[in-house]
């Protein structure tokens, strides 16, 4: 069964850091392109990033230069490090899967909640 | 960027009612990488919907999507009291995935 587990939430003040981390288990993690997609309260979800199984790594526009998406296959870990951290990044971060090759994303975390404020 | 939008924000309709929403993508979505999720409060997102057409597995099949161009159309057949969630579409086409804002369908 896959299993992802997203940890490393919580109350950071603005312009701090935090670090999540998201456990895979039930399938070959290094094989697979992850993903981070965040849902702000009450609002809709919205793609952060992306790395492939060579750590090849693509961000969406409010995050790149302040995030960071890395992997540790012999782990099975997804890391996301985020700097510079803003009110707006305030979210529920989401870690997920596809279901395979040109498919969606078809399995995901119960998200961790990052909330940026002083 | 392909930017997705969803109409209506909000549905209003009675278990038992049909249900149409609406997803317009602001160019051509590579080889129909549409999909389709229903979110309920304090949960992750489910798919429903793939390849603008296919069900995941599990999904009822009183769940049905459907595209023309740019335009894509999730149909839900007949309600039931389950099915009130957010919906969200979703392109998968190009290398900047993006989600449209979602719609309610909610009680009435």
Known sequence: EVQLVESGGGLVQPGGSLRLSCAASGFTFSTYWMHWVRQAPGKGLVWVSRIDGDGNTIYADSVKGRFTISRDNAKNTLYLQMSSLRAEDTAVYYCARVIKAGLPLGYWGQGTLVTVSS | ?108
């Open chain 2, 1 to 108: 960027e392909i930017v997705l939008t969803q109409s209506p924000d909000t549905l209003s309709l009675s278990p038992g009612e049909r249900a149409s929403l609406s997803c317009r993508a602001s160019q051509s979505v590579s080889s129909n990488y549409l999909a389709w999720y229903q979110q309920k409060p304090g949960q992750a997102p489910r798919l429903l919907i793939y390849g603008a057409s296919s069900r995941a597995t599990g999904i009822p099949d009183r769940f049905s999507g459907s595209e023309s161009g740019t335009d894509f159309t999730l149909t839900i057949s007949r309600l039931e009291l389950e099915d009130f969630a957010v919906y969200y579409c979703h392109q998968y086409g190009s290398s900047l995935i993006t989600f449209g804002q979602g719609t309610r369908l909610e009680s009435k």
